[in-house]
T-cell receptor, first 111, second 115 residues
């Protein structure tokens, strides 16, 4: 059964550094998403991506964040200058239309 | 602010019992509703989705939707210890463009099934 994959599984970085989180969505899906979950809190929507552009973003998704689909398979989330409060699990999801399937996540720790 | 509310639990049931998980949502325009299971440290795993009022059954799981009351529930029959996890209710909101979806999650209900 096709799955969403994410790399790396864990990332430790210093405050102020840039990180790129990578995702490979399910191949025939059209919509792509990033969510995050701070430890002990709810899963929060960051951004959705459709037809090679951002279709919606949340208040969390400020100028420090960007997304890209550099080729036909990868979908990336870049955080330009990480802050301590960016420490969280970051989940990529994809959907053919509405039903979203989540990847295993990247645990980001900002020191 | 569109909200999804769940009892955080923990909900504790004996093995073989029925577990009942509840969720309410604030956006009356919401059209589709999802239940995800999340084991500690893992990602949300889709269990069921429901779009229409009434019940939808899939194996041991039954989702119930009442749009007038803005209420969604999940019943797990014959609960097993392996069902012990946090159950997340999620509501899909369609954006203004009509082709952008996003899920709004509740905080989840921690279910413990005791052998």
């Amino acid at each position: 059964e096709p799955e969403v994959t994410q790399t790396p599984s864990h990332q430790v970085t210093q405050m102020g550094q840039e990180v790129i989180l990578r995702c490979v969505p399910i191949s025939n899906h059209l919509y792509f998403y990033w969510y995050r979950q701070i430890l002990g809190q709810k899963v929060e929507f960051l951004v959705s991506f459709y037809n090679n552009e951002i279709s919606e973003k949340s208040e969390i998704f400020d100028d420090q964040f960007s997304v890209e689909r550099p080729d036909g398979s990868n979908f990336t989330l870049k955080i330009r200058s990480t802050k301590l409060e960016d420490s969280a699990m970051y989940f990529c999801a994809s959907s053919p239309v509405e039903t979203q399937y989540f990847g295993p996540g990247t645990r980001l720790l900002v020191l | 602010q569109k909200e999804v509310e769940q009892n955080s639990g923990p909900l504790s049931v004996p093995e073989g019992a029925i577990a009942s998980l509840n969720c309410t949502y604030s956006d009356r325009g919401s059209q589709s509703f999802f239940w995800y299971r999340q084991y500690s440290g893992k990602s949300p795993e889709l269990i069921m989705f429901i779009y229409s009022n009434g019940d939808k059954e899939d194996g041991r799981f039954t989702a119930q939707l009442n749009k007038a009351s803005q209420y969604v529930s999940l019943l797990i029959r014959d609960s097993q210890p392996s069902d012990s996890a946090t159950y997340l209710c999620a509501v899909n909101t369609v954006g203004s463009g009509g082709s952008n979806y996003k899920l709004t999650f509740g905080k989840g209900t921690l279910l413990t099934v005791n052998p």
